[in-house]
């Protein structure tokens, strides 16, 4: 059973930070891709950061510089660290459990819950 639960959102003033979390079980974070999506109200769902299990990583041009994805192999979670947030931002982020493909992240269905983030003064 592939369980992700995503934490960490909140509201936070432009400008500010916060590290979300995604706690695995199930899977092992350090053998699968993983990535981090996010989807506002009228929005699809898009790629915010991912990373393979080879450590390649990639992020949207929109948040390039400012959101850093990492893992922590023992607690098998993986984190988004987010600064110098912007109010376009604001979106629920939701983790994913994917594949890579020649250092590629490709997600799955399985998803988190996902966790409020809202970035305004």
């Known amino acids: 059973q592939v369980q992700l639960v995503e934490s960490g959102g909140g509201l936070v003033q432009p400008g500010g930070s916060l590290r979300l979390a995604c706690a695995a079980s199930?899977?092992?974070?350090?053998?699968?891709?993983m990535g981090w999506h996010r989807q506002a109200p009228g929005n699809q769902r898009e790629l915010v950061a991912a990373?393979?299990?080879?450590?390649?990583?990639d992020y949207a041009g929109s948040v390039k510089g400012r959101f850093t994805i990492s893992r922590d192999n023992a607690k098998n979670t993986v984190y988004l660290q987010m600064n110098s947030l912007k109010p376009e931002d604001t979106a629920v982020y939701y983790c994913?459990?994917?594949?890579?493909?020649?250092?590629?992240?490709?997600?799955?269905?399985?998803w988190g819950q996902g966790t409020q983030v809202t970035v305004s003064s």
């Open positions: 994913n459990v994917g594949f890579g493909v020649s250092g590629r992240y490709y997600p799955s269905g399985s």
């Open positions: 199930g899977i092992s974070v350090s053998l699968n891709a």
């Open positions: 990373i393979t299990s080879g450590g390649s990583t």
